[in-house]
């Protein structure tokens, strides 16, 4: 279908949103991005972006800009809390980069904003979206309402697009917290701890650490409960003495950006003119490192099943039949996996890291990588851009 006569609402601008409002806007579409938050440039810690995620920002230019931000991960592993290596994948490392989360927002919204065919509002908080198109929103402390040929939902876990259409939408009780930050006091470790805490991760971004741990112990959920700084700090120096200098970098409680796990599963991703990507649709646990990422993807396939297709309905369907598959194995396997890495008994983690996951280390195939990437590299990078 021809796209250069639409024009289209993207509720949201993190990175799923912000894609999608550049990929169409290049295919000639006219966007307006609604954006709740005032200034969403300096959001969120860190995140890791895997080769589906780079392909599709490779694809709209970014290569040169995140070369320049990202540090690679290298050949990743999870160790115990002794330090003692209980899973590396096989074969060559995946290709993986941390970047901080806000200077990916800021690449992106620097795009956006560069792009005449996109109407960026912040501080716009939408209230209500119907199927028929129509988006009210509040900004500026009045409300207004558009009108859209399509709405694209990138508004994430409390999604208002979704509230708006019959999207069948379950939403799991919330789970473990996790806890992130950026710091600058000792070198990343570059490793995944599982540990009688629970897991502890540390990798380089650029002036700094990507810190992230999950609150897997009774005493480390009663620090934040708490929010005592040294409890929390002290409970993960017990079990994982080498998160100590870590963790010494975080001056206050309040520095910590700690949610729990949300979990989202929609059927069907569409509903009239409404269409749901990333979170809003499929909310996963973290333990792949595949939540943004997916978003990413979501926006290149949305893009190309509207291109291939002659009308909307049929664009929006195919979207849903090519993505919702794959990005429900990935959650299935991110759920199971963080699970794993939940265990607290002695005896199960002795199990686990003596025994599993040496086990699952042998027996995994570097096969198993590319079908938790959804989309081949190639294919995504072959999308038509503008």
């Not at 000639?28 to 300096?42: D, Q, Y």
């Not at 969120?44 to 709209?60: F, K, M, Q, R, T």
């Not at 019959?166 to 996790?178: C, D, E, K, N, S």
């Not at 502890?200 to 741990?213: E, H, L, P, R, T």
Request: hydrophobic share 50%; glycine share 10%; net charge positive.
């Amino acid at each position: 279908m021809d796209l250069a006569s639409m024009k289209i609402v993207v509720v949201g601008a993190a990175s799923g949103g912000a894609a999608a409002a550049l990929l169409l806007a290049r295919a000639g579409a006219r966007v307006t991005v609604l954006e709740r938050v005032e200034s969403p440039r300096a959001v969120g810690a860190g995140i890791g972006l895997a080769d589906n995620g780079l392909a599709v920002l490779e694809s709209l230019g970014f290569g040169a800009a995140l070369a320049a931000v990202a540090r690679p991960v290298g050949a990743p592993r999870i160790v115990d809390g002794a330090g003692r290596t209980i899973f590396a994948p096989p074969g060559p490392p995946p290709r993986v980069s941390m970047v901080r989360r806000a200077d990916l927002q800021s690449l992106l919204l620097d795009a956006v904003g560069a792009e005449t065919r996109i109407e960026l509002l912040c501080g716009a908080e939408v209230v209500r979206a119907a199927p028929d198109g129509r988006v009210g929103f509040r900004a500026a402390g009045r409300e207004q309402e558009l009108a859209a040929d399509l709405v694209i939902g990138a508004d994430g876990v409390g999604s208002r697009v979704r509230d708006g259409g019959r999207f069948g939408a379950r939403l799991a009780a919330p789970g473990i917290p996790y806890l992130r930050a950026v710091v600058s006091s000792a070198p990343a470790l570059g490793e995944e701890a599982w540990t009688a805490a629970g897991l502890f991760g540390s990798f380089a971004v650029a002036d700094g650490v990507y810190i992230y741990a999950s609150a897997g112990s009774r005493r480390t959920r009663q620090a934040i409960a708490a929010r005592d700084l040294g409890a929390l700090a002290a409970a993960w120096a017990a079990a994982y003495p080498p998160s100590a200098p870590l963790l010494a970098g975080v001056e206050r409680f309040e520095d910590l950006l700690i949610h729990p796990v949300q979990r989202v599963d929609c059927a069907p991703w569409h509903d009239g003119r409404l269409v749901l990507v990333g979170d809003a649709a499929h909310a996963m646990a973290p333990n792949l490192g595949q939540g943004a990422n997916s978003a990413l993807v979501d926006a290149a396939v949305l893009l190309d099943e509207l291109r291939r297709r002659e009308t909307l309905t049929a664009g929006l369907a195919a979207y849903e039949a090519r993505r919702r598959p794959a990005v429900r194995r990935v959650a299935t396997a991110a759920a199971r996996l963080g699970a794993l890495a939940e265990w607290t008994h002695p005896l199960a983690r002795r199990v686990r890291d003596r025994a599993l996951m040496p086990l699952a280390s042998r027996l995994a195939r570097p096969g198993d990588l590319a079908r938790l990437l959804q989309e081949p590299r190639e294919t995504l990078l072959a999308i038509p851009v503008g």
